[in-house]
Nanobody, 124 residues
Framework: QALLVESGGGLVQPGGSLRLSCVAS????????VAWFRQTPGSEREGVSCISESYATYYTDSVKGRFTVSRDNAKNTVYLQMNSLKPEDSAVYYC??????????????????WGQGTQVTVSP
């Protein structure tokens, strides 16, 4: 079975930084695109970033210039470096894959495999 596990969330002050990790196990030898989503209570899940097998990256407008997605294939891990955090970044962050090599969109319904999420709280 394929498994995605997020980690790295926590409580941070505005302007601070966190690095989230998404570790994949049980996958094939291919390296798939991985997307990051976030969700706040009572709201819909929002696409944040994505990185393809070819290392192409994508970001939603609200995080451009502050977040950086990367991957370390040797560790089977995708990272989301979050800098200059704002209270509105507070959410549960999820990683997901649709088992495709390229990032294909922001629709959560397009993704087949999800982690359990990690909580990010940005507060004074």
């Amino acid at each position: 079975q394929a498994l995605l596990v997020e980690s790295g969330g926590g409580l941070v002050q505005p302007g601070g930084s966190l690095r989230l990790s998404c570790v994949a196990s049980g996958f094939t030898s291919d390296y798939f695109a991985v997307a990051w989503f976030r969700q706040t209570p009572g709201s819909e899940r929002e696409g944040v970033s994505c990185i393809s097998e070819s290392y192409a990256t994508y970001y939603t407008d609200s995080v451009k210039g502050r977040f950086t997605v990367s991957r370390d294939n040797a560790k089977n891990t995708v990272y989301l470096q979050m800098n200059s955090l704002k209270p509105e970044d507070s959410a549960v962050y999820y990683c997901a894959t649709d088992f495709r090599r390229s990032c294909t969109g922001w629709s959560p319904a397009a993704y087949d495999s999800w982690g359990q999420g990690t909580q990010v709280t940005v507060s004074p």
